[in-house]
């Protein structure tokens, strides 16, 4: 959630109350008693606040006599003080930089006064640089991040990713030393080359036996030769020889947490290496295969159907890998695949880039760090000798949105992702109150027309009788609509997205 949208949840009197109730501040606000005037503390907290999600700093109440009322407190004094110290006009001398979007107010609590800091997140400033560190700490000393109630400090990575991440810094066109042509796959080379020669322009002028020229046109190698990052992750024999982490790691977890018991043993593991397109693919599969399937038969046609749309994991895994960070800091870092008993969770290393924060990342628009890298994978050919690893065109976290209600699940979630980590997690049905029978009603419904509840039973092979009490409970849910009223025979079922009538007037 951002911090401003926090805000018009809840007056200042309903985050007083909060942290009473809690005996503590919290990730959204920090409290100090200001008796002896403006604490030098409060500028680490301007700072923690605008490079995480923004929050709220009340000056003059007392933590240790329960957020009452700090005596000796002069509001007047404080406000002036911290307007001085973010003034930013010529001359001025900003405690912080740069400085964050504020409001600072008077307000009264118990019939005292206070002044209230509000500070906005500079991820909501579009183009704005990072990180806000304090001026006399310096920017490595000085940045920090909101951690639960306290202000940490930024680590040296953490700066990096901030301060870079409006700079297309092109790691991904940096030669591989020691590499050449040999080491590339030739003959996913002759495809690519193919399809590069049916379907664009990007070899117009390259004869058609100079493979090296064509693959220097698309930045596969360097123009001393050399391969680039992205041509030897996509195209490279075994890019581990030279990258030995730079998998994907797929582990399947016992329990709903990972465990820190080493005789707890995980229920599956596979290391996903190869070229991108080969990793990718695996490791979608080592994921399918720990999940729960549910045959479903329309007719005489009979298929087993995931838990998860198939799409989905691959629109995830594959956005990690293209979208991390391959900067010398985390190379040595896999993408993690976690699966648990109620959910997918894929983390990679590198935080969003540019102005994508968890909150925009559904909109739908195409950035990357690593243009070179997301280039070559639309037109690279997975291993079915077809398709490619992605589109580039914006699209891929609203398919999955869009797949995940299809099946009745809720929207991919961004939220545990950090600065120097993004992470989705991605619900399995039983996380969601989806059993298997909810799950199979799901799966017929999106691959078939409006269906009876006879046609439905007989897809699913359950009994009318068990069956019309979970669709009365699927309607009442949302997650189904009837066509008609209980009574017609002519009342069928539909998923919400491919009904266009008022689902509300059948609802029973």
């Known amino acids: 959630m951002k911090y401003t949208d926090a805000m018009t949840e809840g007056t200042l009197t309903d985050h007083v109350a909060r942290i009473r109730r809690q005996g503590e501040d919290d990730a959204r606000v920090e409290v100090k008693a200001a008796g002896r005037g403006l604490p030098k503390s409060v500028w680490d907290s301007v700072s923690a606040f605008a490079n995480t999600e923004g929050g709220l700093i009340i000056l003059g109440l007392d933590e240790v006599s329960g957020f009452a009322p700090a005596p000796g407190f002069d509001a007047r004094r404080v406000r002036d003080s911290l307007a001085a110290g973010l003034d930013n006009a010529a001359g001025a001398q900003a405690k912080v930089s740069p400085i964050p979007p504020h409001t600072i107010r008077r307000s009264e609590v118990d019939g005292a006064s206070v002044v209230v800091l509000e500070v906005i997140s500079l991820r909501e400033v579009q183009g704005a640089p990072m ?107 075994y890019p581990q020889q030279e990258f030995p982490q730079l998998t994907i790691d797929v582990t399947v977890h016992p329990g709903r947490q990972k465990s820190h018991d080493p005789a707890v043993r995980f229920v599956d593991r596979q290391n996903c290496d190869g070229p991108i397109s080969q990793a990718i ?44 960070d391959y900067s010398l800091y985390v190379r040595g870092q896999q993408v993690a695949v976690d699966v648990y008993p109620d959910r997918v969770e894929v983390t990679s290393p590198g935080g969003f880039w540019g102005d994508r924060t968890k909150e925009n990342v559904a909109e739908g628009r195409s950035a990357s760090r690593n243009e070179d890298l997301v280039r070559l994978l639309t037109v690279v050919p997975m291993p079915d000798g077809e398709s490619t690893v ?41 996380s969601e109150d989806v059993d298997a029978a909810e799950l199979a009603v799901l799966s017929v419904l999106g691959t078939e027309r409006a269906l009876t509840a006879r046609e439905i039973a007989e897809a699913t092979g359950r009994s009318l009788g068990a069956l019309r009490p979970l669709l009365r409970e699927l309607v009442s ?24 009538d008022t689902p509300q007037t059948f609802a029973r």
């Not at 729960?292 to 005489?300: A, L």
């Not at 699209?395 to 989705?424: F, K, Q």
């Not at 849910?477 to 266009?500: K, M």
């Open 281 to 324: 693919d695996d490791a979608v599969h080592a994921v399918l295969r720990n999940l729960r399937t549910q045959r479903v038969v329309v007719g005489t046609r009979g298929s087993d159907v995931t838990e998860l749309p198939e799409d989905v994991l691959r629109e995830a895994i594959a956005n990690a890998v293209m979208h991390r």
């Open 390 to 430: 992605c589109e580039n065109q914006g699209s891929g976290v609203p398919l999955m949105i869009s797949r995940m209600r299809e099946w009745g699940l809720p929207d991919p979630n961004y939220s545990a992702s950090t600065i120097d980590h993004v992470v989705v997690r991605l619900a399995r049905s039983a």
């Open 131 to 237: 990180p806000c560190y304090v001026v006399a700490q310096g920017i490595e000393r000085g940045s920090y991040k909101r951690v639960g109630d306290a202000d940490k400090h930024l680590t040296p990575y953490e700066v990096y990713l901030l301060s870079s991440r409006h700079r297309t810094e092109r790691i991904d066109r940096q030669p591989v030393p020691g590499r050449s042509i040999d080491d590339l796959d030739p003959e996913a080379i002759d495809r690519l080359i193919a399809r590069l020669r049916r379907r664009s322009r990007a070899l117009t002028g390259i004869a058609d036996d100079d493979i090296a020229g064509a693959l220097k046109r698309i930045n596969v190698l360097t123009p001393e030769g050399e391969p680039t990052l992205a041509g030897y992750l996509t195209l490279g024999i």
């Open 477 to 500: 849910r949302g997650l189904i609509v009837a066509t008609a009223p209980p009574q017609s025979r002519n009342r069928a079922y539909v998923l919400p997205d491919t009904y266009h």
